[in-house]
Every structure is written in C-alpha cells, then in structure tokens.
C-alpha cells in the first residue's frame, strides 16, 4: 500500500478540484466481483487517459485494502493505513464492498462517505440505445440524483429492542414527552439538519444551472414527516429563492404569474410526495430531470430510476464533498459471479468515468463514453445483455478490450 514518489495529491479550493497532471487516485478493490471489474475500469481509464493526451498525463493508482480482502491480510474490514491514506489523498475509486447483515459491523461505504464529508450521492440515469427497458419509450429517461449522503436514518443512529440505550429512551419518551412506546420496541432516529440541506441543494442547483438542465424536484416525504423530510422541501426551497433566485422559477409561481408556463432561461423548481413519484417516474419519466432527495428515499428512487434503463449494472455514482470523492457502481457484491470472469464492468466504468469529469479531464471520460455506446449498438456485450440482445457473450476480459480496441479507433 505504499505510494510512489511520482504522483501529486488531488487538492481542493472551496469545492473546485485542483488536479496535477499525475494525480495519486486511490482504489479500494472490494467484494464478490470487485477485483475484477475494478481491475477493467483502471485499464479502461488509463487507455482513455493515453489516448487523449498522450505522456502528459497519467492516474498513479494505489491500492487501499479494506473489506473482506483486508480481513484476509489484517484482520480489520477497514484498517487504520487505509483511513488514513483515504484523509491524505481523498479521491478514492471503490469496487463493491459487502455490509454483513445482523453481525454488528458498520458499513465501510458509509464511514468512507462521514470520513471524508461527501455529502452528495451523485447518480446520472439516461437510457442507452440498446438495452431492453420494461418502457415503452425508455428514451425518456434523462435524469440525474443528488441524493444527500450523511443525514437521515443512514446515520445509523439505532439500538435494539433489549438494549440499555433503547430502553432509556423509551422511558424518556413515556415520561418526558408523554409518547406511549412498545417495550419491545427497536429505536431508529431520522435526523435531517438544515445545513446539510442546503448544501446538498446547492450543488443540485449549481450543477442544473452549469450544465443547462430544466427542471429540479425536490422528493420527500413531508406530509408525514412534517419536521424532517418536510423541512428538508422548505430548506430547499428557501435555499433556491435566496441564492438561484435569478435562475430558478417555483411551480407555484409559474401557475400563479406565468400562466403554467416556464419563462425562458428560467429552472423549475418544484417538489413531489415520494410515494408519487415511484410511479411517476414510470409513467411520466419526461417530467423528471434532477432530483433532489435526502438519504433513504434517494436510495430508493436511483435504485427504481435504474430500473427504468433496464440494467442498474449499467450506472455509476459519484460520492462528493466540498473536499472529495468517491466513485463506484451501484450495483453490489454479486458473490455467485465472482472469480468466473462474466461480470459486467460497466457501472465501475461509468463511476470512474464521472471521475474524470470531476478532475476537469473531459476529453478522456469522452472516449469511455463512446466507447460504452459504440460496444453496445455493435452489441459485444457482456452476459447480462447478450442474453438479451440474443448474441454471444463477451467475458468480462474481453469486454474490456472491447472497450479499449474501440477507443483506439475513435
């Protein structure tokens, strides 16, 4: 895990990334078929990288252990030398990492995310010309999440039914707020702050505004949760009105002043009930442009988004703060295909793909995005989408130099 002499951290200046032209990225190989497709992603990358600007930049990689392969050689899922090396370099590229259920081990994904402040779960979902979507007209999925990262119930704030700390606060509950609670009953605490809102819509709203998009919503639960997931839509809203209000537009205000119609220029910005939008998204998914949501439902609706493309192990997401970042696939560990050289790398791709936009290297992370598009119309595929599409299907090796032969030809 040591690193070389050649490469120059990734610095930061309020929120803008300040890359040196041989940047130290991290990578966390993780579980099931992380090694593998980690492993095409940083091949993918670096040709990508070669190919769009020759000797003058170059990813010095550095391997960070945790999960169960740190297990194996330490005896610690997330070893002290790789929180420290994540604190030092900051920009971390991460393979699926598995959270053991009911064992009492914390999630080595979320610690990463509290650890280095990355507020905001990024994930783009638009539909790829080839893939067999459950819509009728899938090209309609265009959408982006910014889903907040370090609030809410993922917080993991919660203690079980016959704990000492559940038992206390059950009792405070009965005598100091006169709620009456189950004895056997778990606790979970849903926190939502205003700061942590509000930043995490300002990036949303900074990234609408820079990258031309039309229409922002705000997802939440309020009508229930009326001092959370209802203050998070009056924080947000609060939020665009003080700081946007040149370039955003409210959904009241258009009805009331504009006739139902968005002025030029003009973002929308209007909030949805999110057991709505579960289904609105199907049905209407047009409608939908960036998203807007706290921790859980935000993890729901990208999952459910996915599903709309027809293949969520086709995305990647960005992890990012003011002063980091990590990038991964959205899917899981897949155990039962791990070591047999079938998965699909694509949402790592896609993950570090986002990586290079971040760092400002565009060119690059354009040549792995057509390259992705060009694998797909020409459908050299892996086994996921081949079964599908009805054609042979490609390993995970030779997907990957699929992707790196196309490139050499765009």
């Known amino acids: 895990m040591s690193v070389g002499e050649d490469g120059d951290r990734i610095t930061f200046d309020m929120g803008r990334w300040i890359v ?24 993918v990358i670096n040709k990508a990288v070669e190919k769009a600007y020759g000797s003058d930049k170059e990813i010095k990689w550095v391997e960070a252990l945790a999960g169960e392969k740190a297990v ?114 778990g606790i979970g605490i849903k926190v939502i702050s205003k700061y942590k809102t509000e930043r995490i819509t300002r990036m949303a709203l900074k990234y609408a505004v820079e990258h031309g998009r039309k229409r922002v919503t705000i997802m939440h639960k309020g009508n229930v949760l009326k001092y959370t997931e209802g203050a998070f839509r009056d924080w947000a809203y609060d939020l665009a009105k003080t700081e946007f209000r040149d370039k955003i537009v409210t959904e009241e205000e258009v009805n009331s002043q504009y006739s139902g119609s968005v002025p030029e220029g003009k973002i929308l910005v209007n909030d949805r009930i999110a057991d709505n939008m579960f289904q609105q998204i199907i049905t209407r998914p047009n409608e939908y442009d960036v998203i807007l949501a706290p921790n859980l439902n935000g993890d729901y609706i990208s999952d459910a988004a996915g599903a709309l493309i027809g293949n969520i192990g086709m995305l990647g997401g960005a992890n990012i703060g003011d002063s980091g970042g990590m990038f991964e696939a959205i899917h899981g560990t897949a155990p039962k295909y791990k070591g047999k050289n079938v998965a699909n790398p694509t949402g790592i791709i896609k993950g570090a793909e986002l990586m290079l936009r971040f760092m400002g290297w565009n060119e690059a992370a354009d040549l792995v995005e057509k390259s992705v598009l060009t694998a797909i119309s020409r459908k050299k595929v892996t086994q996921d989408l081949a079964r599908f599409m009805g054609v042979k299907a490609l390993s995970t090796t030779e997907y990957t130099q699929e992707l790196i032969q196309i490139m050499e030809t765009i």
Do not use: C, H
């Open 20 to 43: 040196p032209k041989r940047p130290v990225v991290l990578y966390i190989e993780g579980d099931g078929i992380g090694p593998e497709i980690v492993n095409s992603a940083i091949q």
């Open 72 to 185: 194996t050689k330490v005896n610690d899922r997330f070893p002290k030398e790789t929180q420290e090396m994540l604190m030092k370099y900051r920009v971390v590229l991460k393979g699926p990492l598995e959270t053991p259920i009911g064992k009492g081990w914390k999630s080595v994904n979320v610690a990463i995310r509290l650890m280095l402040d990355l507020y905001a779960n990024i994930r783009p979902v638009k539909y790829i010309e080839g893939l067999e979507s459950p819509l009728k007209e899938p090209n309609k999925v265009d959408m982006i999440i910014f889903r907040e990262n370090t609030d809410d119930l993922y917080r993991g704030i919660e203690y079980t039914y016959n704990s000492e700390e559940a038992k206390k606060i059950r009792s405070f509950l009965r005598d100091q707020l006169k709620v009456e609670v189950e004895d056997d009953t």
